[in-house]
C-alpha cells in the first residue's frame, strides 16, 4: 500500500489530492512540519532532504510533488489524471506542475523560511516585505498565460488542478488579495467542490 507524509496546510496536500481523485489505496501519515517533525530522525530516513511530501511505494520512495503527481497519475490511468496519451500535453502538464514547485513555492517561502536563504534580520524583514509582489506576479502570470480554463489544462481535469488549488489557497495568507485573479479564484472555488477535494481536506483537519 502507499504510504504519503503528509503536513496539515503544506504542498503534501497537492498529492493527497491525487491519490484520492485516483481512487488509491494509501495511508496518510502526519508529520507536522509547525513542530518540526520532518527533522526527526525517523523521518529523516525516509526523506533526508528533511522535506514533506514523501509517498512510499514498494519500489522506494518518492520525493518532490510534481514527481508524485506524475506518477500517480501513471499508475491509475484510468483516472484520466493526466495526457498520458500525448507526449507533449504530458511535457505541458509537468513544465506547469514545475513553475508551481520551482517558482511559485519558492517565492511563498520567502514569507516564513527566509532563513534557508539569509541570516541577516534586514534581510529576512525584506525578503517577507515582497512576498505579496513576488506572488502577484506569479499568479498573474497563470491568469494571463497558463490557466485555459475550466481546468489548467483545458476541458479535463488533471494532478495541475489539485496542484494549483493548493498554492492559490496560500493567497490570503501571502497578502495578495486572490479576486485580483478571477479566472484563479473561480478555478479554485471549482476544484475545493470536487468530493475527492473535500475528503482530502477532512482528512488534514482532522474532521
Known sequence: MLKLFYSPGACSLAPHIALEE???????????????????????????????????????????????????AQSFPEARLAPLDD??????????????????????????????????????????????????ACFQLIEDTMLRGPWVMGEAYTVCDGYLFTLADWLEGDGVDPRRFPMVFEHRERVRARPAVSRALATESGA
Open 87 to 136: 507526449p507533449f500535453a504530458f511535457a505541458e502538464a509537468q513544465a506547469f506542475n514545475s513553475y508551481l514547485c520551482s517558482t511559485v513555492h519558492v517565492a511563498h517561502a520567502h514569507r516564513h523560511r527566509g532563513y534557508r536563504w539569509a541570516d541577516d534580520p534586514a534581510a529576512l524583514a525584506e525578503m517577507t516585505r515582497k512576498v505579496p509582489e513576488t506572488i502577484g
Open 22 to 72: 485516483a481512487g488509491a489505496s494509501y495511508e496518510c501519515v502526519r508529520t507536522n512540519t509547525a513542530e518540526g517533525e520532518q527533522r526527526r530522525p525517523e523521518y529523516l530516513a525516509i526523506n533526508p532532504k528533511g522535506r514533506i511530501p514523501a509517498l512510499v511505494t514498494e519500489r522506494g520512495v518518492l520525493t518532490e510533488t510534481p514527481a508524485i503527481l506524475a506518477f500517480v
